[in-house]
Nanobody
Framework: QLQLVESGGGLVQPGGSLRLTCAAS????????IGWFRQAPGKEREGVSC????????NYADSVKGRFTISRDNAKNTVYLQMNSLKPEDTAVYYCAADQGPLFSLCVPRVYDYWGQGTQVTVSS
């Protein structure tokens, strides 16, 4: 079964940057769309950004447009989420997830089949 591992989370001041990494073991990611999702305490998990298997199609939640960039390097079997101009409201556990179906671009949790364990991002002064 596809296993995903997130890394790169941490504590950052408002206005700072982090780059999250999603890596896979035992399977290659190049046939999967990948999504980044986040869940803050007391809130539902929400889609942040999603990317097609080729990397040719991306989408973003309105709250992160212009600040976050999703990308992938299939040769390295890795997907990235570059997060700039971070705000306190970006604080959450961030998860990456994989999907091979046609609905990946909806970027909603129910569409994605395989999930990592998450990495904490805390934006605070």
């Amino acid at each position: 079964q596809l296993q995903l591992v997130e890394s790169g989370g941490g504590l950052v001041q408002p206005g700072g940057s982090l780059r999250l990494t999603c890596a896979a073991s035992r399977f290659t990611l190049d046939s999967y769309a990948i999504g980044w999702f986040r869940q803050a305490p007391g809130k539902e998990r929400e889609g942040v950004s999603c990317i097609s298997s080729s990397g040719g199609s991306t989408n973003y939640a309105d709250s992160v447009k212009g600040r976050f960039t999703i990308s992938r390097d299939n040769a390295k079997n890795t997907v990235y989420l570059q997060m700039n101009s971070l705000k306190p409201e970006d604080t959450a556990v961030y998860y990456c997830a994989a999907d091979q179906g046609p609905l990946f671009s909806l970027c909603v949790p129910r569409v994605y089949d395989y999930w990592g364990q998450g990495t904490q991002v805390t934006v605070s002064s």
